[in-house]
């Protein structure tokens, strides 16, 4: 069975750090652009991060951008986004996703996705 799931989301303090871990089963995740997407409660999707399949280029939405940072463990089939200076505004469910190419991480089509990991950042 193909899939993906998500963990690491949990409950942290304003400018806290957590970091997320997308695990791929039944298939290598080397051969897909992934991403990342959130969904707060009464909220669009929303485009966070893509990583491409070499690992070598990576794209942040404006929102993220020098906080949030993509990458891929090869060795584990897992790509990672690890999170910091966390916000109020960063609380949502958190997604990782199969997309055909990584270009504008705002893009949300996507072929796949998993159930998701919940982040709340609050005090």
């Known amino acids: 069975q193909l899939q993906l799931v998500e963990s690491g989301g949990g409950l942290v303090q304003p400018g806290g750090s957590l970091r997320l871990s997308c695990a791929a089963s039944?298939?290598?995740?080397?051969?897909?652009?992934v991403a990342w997407f959130r969904q707060a409660p009464g909220k669009e999707r929303e485009g966070l991060s893509c990583i491409n399949v070499s690992g070598d280029n990576a794209r942040y939405a404006d929102s993220v951008k020098g906080r949030f940072t993509i990458s891929r463990d090869t060795a584990k089939n897992t790509v990672h986004l690890q999170m910091n200076s966390l916000k109020p505004e960063d609380t949502a469910v958190y997604h990782c996703?199969?997309?055909?190419?990584?270009?504008?991480?705002?893009?949300?089509?996507?072929?796949?996705w998993g159930q998701g990991t919940q982040v709340t950042v609050s005090s």
């Open positions: 996703a199969l997309q055909g190419l990584c270009v504008d991480a705002t893009y949300t089509k996507y072929d796949a």
């Open positions: 039944g298939f290598n995740l080397d051969y897909y652009s």
